[in-house]
């Protein structure tokens, strides 16, 4: 089924996340996440994609893996390692494999910084546009909440967020944030840019300190202080900082339901354990609306 048909339910919506093992190890343990996670009943389940492609066929398999279930696939492609040749040929591997929802996304440039070159995509509303032209795929795409890294200013990053709506993204998915007002205050400016997709909402269960940091170095996350308090106070128990950090995401995600924000993405990180919980705490909310 596709994601944007899924969004136009009426229903509130709760996703999850999972990643493929690395390339040459095999697929058994992911699997058994794919499994747990299934038994869970979200909405969808996305699989992230190897920088460069470097775990392609495991994302692939996964994706398919996925699609078994009777769970909609959402599989991640990412672009600006690759020639767009081999970027239309996974894309066709995904389709022969049932997957008909895609996550288009550029990717990191290479550690070299070296840009992109002719015949490469260098941008993702590229990759949105050459999907579109290719099948009848339902494509995402990423935003983010508090501006990319690499935009000058946050009317830049939506300019660019527009580009990739125009060029015929479906919906988008958010990059994890930890004050819901920030994400408030980015659907209002995604609106007056005359961006009118569904955005959902990234949460990320936070379940131990080391997480975190890498977390805010890699994307410059705002962390509010009550969510740095409570790093700081149970950090150093893993058993104590587990449970805090899926009570935060918890209550992160019912503000947004209770606000009018009727889809989440949850960042699982491969921890069934963690989704069974949250999809615990939202039991009756969930089935409440959806009666």
Do not use: W
């Not at 955005?199 to 890498?214: E, H």
């Amino acid at each position: 089924m596709k994601i944007n048909e899924l969004l136009k339910s009426g229903h509130i919506t709760v996703s999850c996340e999972i990643f493929p093992p690395k390339k040459g190890i095999g697929l058994t343990h992911a699997r058994e996440v794919v499994q747990e996670i299934a038994a869970l009943n979200p909405a969808f389940v996305s699989v992230t994609y190897g920088v460069g492609g470097t775990n392609c066929d495991n994302s692939v398999e996964l994706a398919a893996e996925v699609e078994k279930t009777g769970v909609p696939a959402l599989s991640h492609l990412t672009c600006v390692s690759a020639n767009k040749e081999e970027v239309r040929a996974v894309a066709r591997r995904f389709a022969e494999n049932g997957v008909e929802n895609i996550l288009a996304l550029r990717g990191d440039i290479p550690q070299d910084g070296t840009f992109p070159g002719e015949g490469q995509y260098r941008h993702a509303c590229e990759l949105i546009a050459d999907l579109k032209a290719m099948g009848d795929f339902c494509i995402g795409g990423a935003c983010y909440p508090e501006g990319h890294v690499e935009s000058a200013s946050k009317a830049e990053d939506l300019q660019h967020l527009k580009e990739k709506a125009d060029a015929g993204c479906d919906f988008f998915t958010s990059q994890m944030f930890f004050d819901n007002d920030l994400f408030y205050n980015f659907l209002y400016r995604a609106l007056s840019v005359g961006i009118r997709v569904p955005i959902l909402a990234g949460i990320m269960p936070v379940t131990n300190a080391k997480q975190i940091k890498r977390s805010v170095e890699l994307s410059g996350t705002y962390l509010p202080q009550r969510f740095v308090s409570l790093v700081d106070r149970f950090g150093d128990n893993p058993a104590a900082m587990k449970q805090a950090g899926i009570a935060y995401a918890t209550e992160q995600i019912i503000d947004l339901i209770s606000n009018g924000v009727e889809h989440i993405h949850i960042y699982t990180m491969n921890k069934p354990e963690i989704a069974a919980q949250i999809f615990s705490n939202l039991s009756d909310i969930i089935a409440d609306y959806a009666d």
